[in-house]
T-cell receptor, first 115, second 109 residues
Framework: DGGITQSPKYLFRKEGQNVTLSCEQN?????MYWYRQDPGQGLRLIYY???????QKGDIAEGYSVSREKKESFPLTVTSAQKNPTAFYLC??????????????FGPGTRLTVT | DAKTTQPTSMDCAEGRAANLPCNHS???????VYWYRQIHSQGPQYIIH???NNETNEMASLIITEDRKSSTLILPHATLRDTAVYYC??????????FGQGTELSVKP
């Protein structure tokens, strides 16, 4: 089945530790995205990547880092510099940024809790 | 991208039509209206999008006013599974999706 997988579904970390969230897609999509969602809020864009080996900061990139070494994979690292890392993290992909049909496919999300 | 305004929450009886409004008074000529929904603790799901004309697909209908300053998403026969947060988003062809707080739709038996 084609789709986006994120693992793990729940993740717990101690404050001060870096943690990497996994995102894999087999849809052959060029563009991939990371969003953060806090309770009762909409999604906020952290980073996005249009092609392999290229990525841009979104609206709230501070304290996060990404890599895009393969088309299928776009891991997100939440560093110890992120002041409020506890949140629901969503990965998405699309065929590209341009074009009228701009359907983003979302993964199931990873709920990160940092104590 | 243009800002959208949606009611915080709405109720709908099961089997009835759910009409979700969205205001986007600052929309410009090349910006599309998109609707996504998010069931609790899941990733958002694309529903429909449009530019000027009304659109319909297997999930919903999108009615855009002639001046394009507002739109309505219609779920013709709401079911309990349609309970979700519905996001109205306006973007141009090169822009990114910007999610607001959306409308929390509760479908009740």
């Amino acid at each position: 089945d084609g789709g986006i997988t994120q693992s793990p579904k729940y993740l717990f970390r101690k404050e001060g530790q870096n943690v990497t969230l996994s995102c894999e897609q087999n849809l052959n999509h060029d563009a991939m995205y990371w969003y953060r969602q806090d309770p009762g809020q909409g999604l906020r864009l952290i980073y996005y990547s249009q092609i392999v080996n290229d990525f841009q900061k979104g609206d709230i990139a501070e304290g996060y880092s990404v890599s895009r070494e393969k088309k299928e994979s776009f891991p997100l690292t939440v560093t110890s510099a992120q002041k409020n890392p506890t949140a629901f993290y969503l990965c998405a992909s699309s065929t590209g940024l341009a074009g009228a049909r701009y359907e983003q496919y979302f993964g199931p999300g990873t709920r990160l809790t940092v104590t | 991208d243009a800002k959208t305004t949606q009611p915080t929450s709405m109720d709908c009886a099961e089997g009835r039509a759910a009409n979700l409004p969205c205001n986007h008074s600052t929309i410009s000529g090349n910006e599309y209206v998109y609707w996504y929904r998010q069931i609790h603790s899941q990733g958002p799901q694309y529903i429909i999008h449009g530019l000027k004309n009304n659109e319909t697909n297997e999930m919903a209908s999108l009615i855009i006013t002639e001046d394009r300053k507002s739109s309505t998403l219609i779920l013709p026969h709401a079911t309990l599974r349609d309970t979700a947060v519905y996001y109205c988003i306006v973007r141009n062809q090169g822009g990114k999706l910007i999610f607001g707080q959306g409308t929390e739709l509760s479908v009740k038996p």
